[in-house]
């Protein structure tokens, strides 16, 4: 639960709960679409994946939508 920081200092570890939303950043999502982060910052910036901001303007992405987009593509095309 405690950490130690820099110095030596106690820091309490920051637990994701289970009703938050996770966020991958830009270069698991492009490991997840065996892409570039390049190709996945151009890809958000035209809209075709989805993405919230930070405060400090870094891009980060659904983990819920983008693992979708994944099994989507991933699945044969019926004939």
Not at 40 to 61: D, I
Request: aromatic residues 6%; hydrophobic residues 35%.
């Amino acid at each position: 639960m405690f950490g130690l920081e820099k110095g030596g200092r106690a820091v309490a570890a920051q637990r994701k709960r289970a009703d938050t939303p996770s966020y991958l950043l830009p270069a698991e999502v492009a490991e997840l679409l065996s892409v570039s982060p390049k190709t996945v910052s151009r890809w958000a910036k035209e809209g075709k994946l989805p993405f919230m901001k930070t405060l400090g303007g870094h891009r980060r992405y659904p983990e819920a939508k983008i693992r979708e987009l994944v099994d989507e593509l991933r699945e044969e095309p019926t004939a």
